[in-house]
C-alpha cells in the first residue's frame, strides 16, 4: 500500500477511536493530539473512508481487516445518534462552505500567484461533496439552502478555472473521478 494510503488509514482508525467523545462535544474541529494528525470532523472521517474504500484494491488482507473494522465502528457509533449526526454535518457544510468562499474572495483580491494554496483549499470543497453525499441519504436530510450555496461557489471557480492533471498524489486518482470531481483537475488561474 502506498504511504498516502498508509497514512489515511491510521488517521481514519485514530478518528474513530475519538469519535464517541467528538460527538458529545460541541465543537467542530477535534484536536486528535497526536503529531501529524489533523483535525477530527465528521467530514475528514468520511473523505478517507471514501478514498480507502474506493482504493481497497491496493490494501493488503491486514489493511482490509483493518478498513472493515474501522469503518464497522463509524457505522454503530454514528447509528445511534441521527439527529446529532445530522447536526454536526449540517454545521460542518456550513464552515466548509464559508472558508472555501473565503478562499475564492482572496483569488478575486490577490496580486500574485492565484494557484497558492489551492491543494490545501480544495479539501474544502472535496469534504462539503462528501457531506452532501451523506445528507442526501436516509436517515438524513440536506438543509435545503446548501445545493444554492455551492453553486454560487462552483460558479466563482469555473470563472477562473484551467483544467489540467490531478491536483493530488496520483495514488488518489481513482478514489475520484473527474465528472464529479471536476475541481480536483486543475487550478484557478488569475
Same mark, same amino acid.
Request: aromatic fraction near 10%; hydrophobic fraction near 40%; charge should be negative.
Given at each position: ?50 478514498? %480507502? ?77 462528501? %457531506? ?9 436530510? %440536506? ?48
Amino acid at each position: 500500500m502506498g504511504k498516502n494510503l498508509a497514512t489515511d488509514l491510521k488517521i481514519l482508525e485514530e478518528m474513530v477511536t475519538q469519535l464517541p467523545a467528538y460527538m458529545s462535544s460541541e465543537v467542530m474541529f477535534w484536536n486528535l493530539y497526536t503529531a501529524g494528525m489533523p483535525m477530527l470532523t465528521l467530514g475528514g472521517c468520511f473523505m478517507r473512508q471514501h478514498r %480507502l474504500l474506493a482504493l481497497v484494491d491496493l490494501l493488503d488482507v491486514d489493511e482490509k481487516m483493518r478498513l472493515q473494522t474501522a469503518v464497522t465502528a463509524l457505522t454503530e457509533i454514528l447509528a445511534s445518534k441521527t439527529v446529532r449526526v445530522e447536526q454536526k454535518l449540517t454545521e460542518e457544510i456550513f464552515i466548509r462552505t464559508r472558508q472555501f468562499g473565503e478562499y475564492l474572495k482572496e483569488l478575486q483580491e490577490e496580486d500574485g500567484d492565484t494557484r497558492t494554496g489551492y491543494g490545501t483549499a480544495v479539501e474544502s470543497r472535496l469534504i462539503i461533496e462528501i %457531506l452532501v453525499d451523506k445528507l442526501g441519504k436516509r436517515p438524513y436530510q %440536506l438543509d435545503s439552502s446548501i445545493p444554492n450555496r455551492i453553486d454560487s461557489l462552483d460558479t466563482l471557480l469555473k470563472m477562473r478555472w484551467q483544467p489540467d492533471d490531478f491536483i493530488w498524489s496520483p495514488t488518489w486518482t481513482k478514489a475520484y473521478p473527474s465528472d464529479q470531481f471536476w475541481w480536483l483537475y486543475g487550478q484557478p488561474y488569475r
